[in-house]
Nanobody, 117 residues
């Protein structure tokens, strides 16, 4: 099993910054791509950014130039700058992971990010 724990969410004013973290633990053999997703009320979950084990990255158009994803082995970060009210959502960490049983996507419990004055 793989456990993903997110942290770093909170309330921030427009234009502010937050840094999210996602730490993976458990009995996995390898973690491949990790990603951040978000879901705003009444909307579908969407990809924010993802990073491969080789540190290749890609971003949603809406966050390019403002958000930076990074990774240190099995811990992933999302530096969010110039935050906007439309960035308000629950942010989820996802990891494509290999265990002795299977390869599958695992999800964290989510962390709330609220951008409001």
């Amino acid at each position: 099993q793989v456990q993903l724990v997110e942290s770093g969410g909170g309330l921030v004013q427009p234009g502010g910054s937050l840094r999210l973290s996602c730490a993976a633990s458990g009995s996995f053999l390898r973690i491949y791509t990790m990603g951040w997703y978000r879901q705003a009320p009444g909307k579908q979950r969407e990809l924010v950014a993802r990073i491969t084990s080789g540190t290749n990255t890609n971003y949603a158009d809406s966050v390019k130039g403002r958000f930076t994803i990074s990774r240190d082995y099995n811990t992933m970060y999302l530096q969010m700058n110039s935050l906007k009210p439309e960035d308000t959502a629950v942010y989820y960490c996802c990891a494509d992971s290999l265990t002795v049983l299977r390869r599958s996507d695992y999800w964290g419990q989510g962390t709330q990010v609220t951008v409001s004055s």
